[in-house]
DNA sequence: CTATGTGATGTCAGTAACTGACATAGAGCA
DNA sequence: TGCTCTATGTCAGTTACTGACATCACATAG
């Protein structure tokens, strides 16, 4: 992160990453499967706590209310991390591959969510439509919280967004 | 596609796709920006054309309703392509490289679709939700209609796919 | 018909991400 | 003390990708 807010992703080197760690560039392949990959350690963990959370859901909930469980937890874990976020996503947003990279995690995510809906009996598709409308919620609504004039907080933007969301696939907008 | 094919998509340097096309290395990198490029190049094409069925929507459509039409227009673009479809998916599948390519021109098509909704005037962030949603869906009955087992036409399967999400963000799924 | 400009292609050298093979060091343990 | 196992280092190699410059075909002005 310091290297990358120095110099920008693409001008910061393997090699620079591995010696401010104090490491070999062959020793930073074997913790990072890639040059992107160290920007999302987190995601696997992040995913398997959503994950938990639909198992957790009550067992009469709707698909889309267990989403709606997961997403709060979401929220929750990123609490007091706002200024870190908006760190980060400068970085992304300025490079392509690390989009792509990000897009994959969420796309994984999603893939995640729908599986762990199946095993609550839901079936498909409308388990996977269930889980990519999370997801696509979240993107939404996480951008809508990085944003430098938005105070409010991420758990009360994904409930907006996730209503939003309800209120349009219902036809309920105007024009 | 005969290459990867015949490789694999890793397997198969730059140089070869060239020389099997009769040109010099420097030159493949002049038509598409990197490799994986190669087997997105219609993706302008696509996305320009549901823009405009957008653009054409009647004036008093719901953002879904819109969307919908969009989709019913993609679905007609894939007629008679199955076969080509189900390969050029079997390549992108067998590698995460090209699945983030593929994820991040349909976050490109998302954009676009919300930003022709909100030239009708649709706010924010309906637009950007009913843009996601309809990728969503597109994802999700794109996967159903390349299945082996499946006969259906996309056309059908994108209907019946945005019913189904309908019925799951009203909650009107059991369990 | 010649000259000149323009766009596509070729040639070449270089950088940096990533990989495989092998060597080494240190921690724990018999 | 010696053995094993894991993390790390070293080194050589491949390949995607880029910049600089040369060349060639073709069109068009003069």
């Known amino acids: 992160m310091e290297l990358f807010g120095e110099r920008g992703f693409e001008q910061t080197t393997v090699a620079e990453?591995?010696?401010?760690?104090?490491?070999?560039?062959?020793t930073f392949f074997?913790?990072?499967?890639?040059?992107?990959?160290?920007?999302?350690?987190?995601?696997?963990?992040?995913?398997?706590?959503?994950?938990?959370s639909i198992a957790d859901a009550p067992a009469g909930a709707t698909p889309i209310d267990t989403i709606a469980a997961?997403?709060?937890?979401a929220g929750e874990l990123f609490v007091d991390r706002l200024d870190h976020a908006?760190?980060?996503?400068?970085?992304?947003?300025?490079?392509?591959?690390?989009?792509?990279?990000?897009?994959?995690?969420?796309?994984?995510?999603?893939?995640?969510?729908a599986e762990a809906l199946r095993q609550r009996g839901v079936g498909d598709p409308a388990a996977r439509l269930a889980a990519e409308a999370g997801v696509a919620v979240f993107k939404v609504a996480f951008d809508r919280w990085i944003e430098l004039s938005n105070t409010a907080s991420l758990s009360d933007i994904i409930r907006e967004s996730l209503d939003e969301l309800k209120a349009v696939t219902a036809g309920n907008e105007r024009r």
């Open 86 to 113: 908006r760190r980060r996503q400068r970085i992304i947003d300025a490079h392509a591959d690390l989009q792509e990279r990000e897009l994959i995690k969420l796309a994984s995510l999603a893939a995640s969510l």
């Open 17 to 26: 990453i591995a010696a401010r760690a104090g490491l070999t560039e062959r």
């Open 70 to 73: 997961a997403l709060a937890t």
């Open 30 to 52: 074997r913790h990072y499967s890639d040059k992107r990959e160290v920007l999302f350690g987190g995601s696997s963990g992040f995913s398997g706590l959503l994950m938990q």
